[in-house]
């Protein structure tokens, strides 16, 4: 099994930036990609980015493009979102997740990690 836990939330103003980190462990190999999700108050989850492998790529939500960046270490150990020309509408708490079964379903989850952009 694999388990994931997000770290680097917390508070800035509009147009700073955060690094989001995303530590897996267990069975790490059998992963084929991850994700980053968010939900804000109110709405449902969302997709903003994923990193896949083999071979490697990633994609974005058209409202971060630009903004965001998903990047992993080489050993699959973490996976990063950084984020920089944050909005308030970025505010919510971020989920990473991974497919573990090839399947393009994200069927493990992590705790999720607050993130919040004031005006």
């Known amino acids: 099994q694999v388990q994931l836990v997000e770290s680097g939330g917390g508070s800035v103003q509009a147009g700073g930036s955060l690094r989001l980190s995303c530590a897996a462990s267990?069975?790490?190999?059998?992963?084929?990609?991850m994700g980053w999700f968010r939900q804000a108050p109110g709405k449902e989850r969302e997709f903003v980015a994923a990193?896949?492998?083999?071979?490697?790529?990633?994609s974005y939500a058209d409202s971060v493009k630009g903004r965001f960046t998903i990047s992993s270490d080489n050993g699959k150990d973490t996976v990063y979102l950084q984020m920089n020309s944050l909005k308030p509408e970025d505010t919510a708490v971020y989920y990473c997740?991974?497919?573990?079964?090839?399947?393009?379903?994200?069927?493990?989850w992590g705790q999720g990690t607050q993130v919040t952009v004031s005006s």
């Open positions: 267990g069975r790490i190999f059998s992963m084929y990609a």
């Open positions: 990193i896949k492998w083999s071979p490697i790529r990633s």
């Open positions: 997740a991974s497919d573990t079964r090839g399947d393009y379903i994200y069927n493990v």
